[in-house]
Every structure is written in structure tokens, then in C-alpha cells.
């Protein structure tokens, strides 16, 4: 007998009653807050993750994540609503298992869905009858149905949309983002069949106030790689119109600023040193490989793809044409690259374009340090690096690099005492006084 819109009914009210137990399984930036928030309403959640020491640490009650703080976590954990594992056959207690492991590039920037695969290997031998199963972890269009499906039914004999339900939905997290977090951002749902719809609905609504439903996982897929290449490609616009104004001669930011004072029809993106993050430089390129196989080439991902890979060497430039100024050489001149995270006011320093600047200005022979109070230390191309305590020496450098625009920096004082500045961020935009030091993009 298939899963009817009984058993829908039946899971919606242990939802509602919160006997419904959740699994999620990968508990880095988007796992931990999901498994926080679902444990935060009642719902008894159990974390699974590779990760020993992640897992002791959440089994003490101590977050390494930004956006949920050891305070939130800790008395989930010791009034047992939230447990973390490393192994998987708690899942055969869950009633929803939630998939939120990494999906990077390949070497040769191909989608890498090994971790899911991994994933999916090891929950499919505890998976019972009456289960959702959802995936979080971006991917192309097709992922859920071609491959999810396939290695489910798979590996629990199982047969999806009639003995369990699956689902895509895409996740939003932005981390350090005050305003919006796993209860205000509205959730994409897309099931597998109208009855997976309802039931990945009655999970998300339980602790999501706006829960949309699409009408296939493909659609839910899509719509994640619709969001993120809509960034990308606008940020590879302004990119390149920074590259342009600065032929021209003039200030990009000024530029953009004041095409932001027209209230439609523009929405005011800034260039900078290069894409960063688990999302943005990535995603895109999951729906450009998707489309080369059906022999279709993603134009514009391409070229934004193109445009913002390339700003870490135009900041190169900038930092040997600010040298050059004062007749100073980039070899052997001492630079410090302040911030290496990927954005603003957060530790996380995936894919940071402020790495490949400092390898970069490594090979043309200077002599690199960093300073980020947000991330002391970097782990990069196998190589460890430590970050400057502080800032008590810079007037030593012949150049400061300004990667990522922290709050806690005092850019006045960064200005005022630095011999050299290059600010790809506009961060010092409102330190008045001599800036004739100062070069943007
Ligand atoms: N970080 C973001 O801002 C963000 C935003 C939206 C979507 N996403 C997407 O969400 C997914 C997860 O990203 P993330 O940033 O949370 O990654 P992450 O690296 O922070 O966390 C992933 C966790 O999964 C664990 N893991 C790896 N393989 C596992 C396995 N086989 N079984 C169990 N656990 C495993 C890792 O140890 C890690 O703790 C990715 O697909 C990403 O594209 C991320």
C-alpha cells in the first residue's frame, strides 16, 4: 500500500504535536542553525556529522558556527531535544531526514556531489517505511530525481513517493545576516509527488513562517541556481564596469551610488576583489555543467564566471600601479591584506578571493602578512597561515590592502596611518581628509 494522504496527515500531526523526530545530517553553516531552529520548537533533533570534534563540541553545547551561539545551542543540548552523531542509525528513529553536506568544484570546477553520494550511502541501510527525505545541498536540476531517488530506492529497497517521501528544498542561510535567519527567510519547497509536497511542507511550516511549494524538486533545484547566478552575474557586471571606469578614470563607487538613487528599475550592486563563500562562485557553474550536457552553453555564467575570477589579479595591479606611484617596486615591498574572510563581519574564508591576492602578490615577490580578527588563521592549498596579532605595526608596511570591510575596523585610523592604501571594498569611503594615498579598484 503506497504512503496515502493519511499517513500526510498522520506526519503533519506529529509535527504539530512535536513527536516527530528530525535527522540532519551534515552540521556545518546551513545544518547546525536548521537542527538548532527544528530542536528550538520541540522537535527532538538528532544531528549526525563526520566530524568528531564538530560533534563532541555540539554534544557540549559549544557552536563553532556564527550564526548560532553556544548560548542557543547549549540548553537544546543538555534538556536532549538536540543530540549530535557520528554514526548513522539514529536515523532510523527520524521521521524526516534533512541532507545539508558540502557540494564544492572539482579540480576541473565539475559539480563534486561525492558528499551527498557518501551521505546517501550511509543513511539508505537505516532508512524505514514512512520517512521524508529532503536534500538541502545545492545542486543542478535533476540531482533529486536522477540520482537521490535512484540511490535511495536503492540501497533501502524502498520505492519513493510510495513508501517514502523525498524532497528538494534549497537552502538561504546568509550568514551574518542580523535580519534574516532559518525562521524569516521564506523556504522553496519541491516534492516528488503532490503527497512529498504536502508532507516537506508540514515539516518546514512547523518552524518556517513562509513555506512556498513548486511543483517538482527539478523546479525547487533551479530555483536556488536562478538566485545565486542572479548574484554572480550582477556582481561580474559591476566587476567589469569597475574595470571600465577605471580606463575611464572615474569612481566606480561614485558611479554606482548615484545610479542607486533611482528608485526602480536598478538595483545597486559593488565590485570588489572577487567572489567567496560556499555559494556564489560556485553554484552557477553546477547549472552551466547541467546545460553543457544537453548542449547548451550558460553565456552569461560564463563570462561573470570570467570577469570575477579575474579581479584578484586586477587587484595585484592596482597594488604595483599604487607602488609605482612612489616609484616603489610590488617585489619585496611589505604588504598587509586586511581581512581574508569572504565578506563582511563572519570567520568563514571559502573560496575568499583575499586568498588568491595574497598568492598572487606572493609570486611577484612580496612579502605578505595578513590581519583578520575574525579568522586568526587560514588554511589554504595545504599551506597554514597566521594572521598578525594586531594592527600596533602598520605603519611598517609599504602597502595595506583593504580585502574585506569589517566593522571592527577602524578605517580612519587604518588611512591615517598607513603609508599606502588599496581599498577594493570602498570600506574608507567616509574618511574625509588626505586620501591622496588611497586607490580604489
Ligand atoms: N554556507 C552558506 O552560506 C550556504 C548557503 C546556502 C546553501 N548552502 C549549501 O548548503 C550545503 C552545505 O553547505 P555548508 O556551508 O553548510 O557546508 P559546511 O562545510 O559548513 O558543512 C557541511 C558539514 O557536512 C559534514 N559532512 C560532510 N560529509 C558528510 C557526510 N557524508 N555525512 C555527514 N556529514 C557530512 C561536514 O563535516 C560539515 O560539518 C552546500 O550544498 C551549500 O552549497 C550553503
Redesign the pocket.
Known sequence: MSLTASHATTFRDRIEKRTAKVAV????????PLAQRCAAIGLRTLG????KT?VDRINAGISD?GDVTSADLAPLVAAGTLSAHTT?DVIQQADAIV??????LSKSRDPDNS??V??L??ITPHMRRGQLCVL????YPGFTREVMVVMLEQGSGLRAGVDFHVAFS??????GNAKYGVRNTPKIVGGLTPACGEAVHALYSAFIDTVRVVSSPDTAEMV?LLENTFRAVNIGLVNEVALMCHKLELNTFEVIDAAATKPFGFMPFYPGPGLG???IP??PLYLSWKLRSLNYQARFIELADAINTGMPAHVVQRCQDALNDQSRALKGAKVLVLGVAYKKDIE?Y?ESPALTVIELLQRKGADVAYFDPHVPRVRHDGHDLTGIANLDGLEGYDLVVITTDHRVFDFPAIVRRSRLVVDTRNAAKHVTGDRAHVFLL
Open positions: 545530517v551534515g552540521l556545518g553553516y546551513v545544518g547546525l549526525i556529522d563526520v566530524q564538530r558556527i548513522f541532507i545539508c553536506v558540502p557540494t564544492p558528499y551527498i557518501k551521505a550511502d550511509a538541502e545541498s545545492t545542486t534549497p537552502e538561504r542561510i546568509d550568514p536556488k563563500g560556499h555559494c560556485i553554484d568563514d571559502r
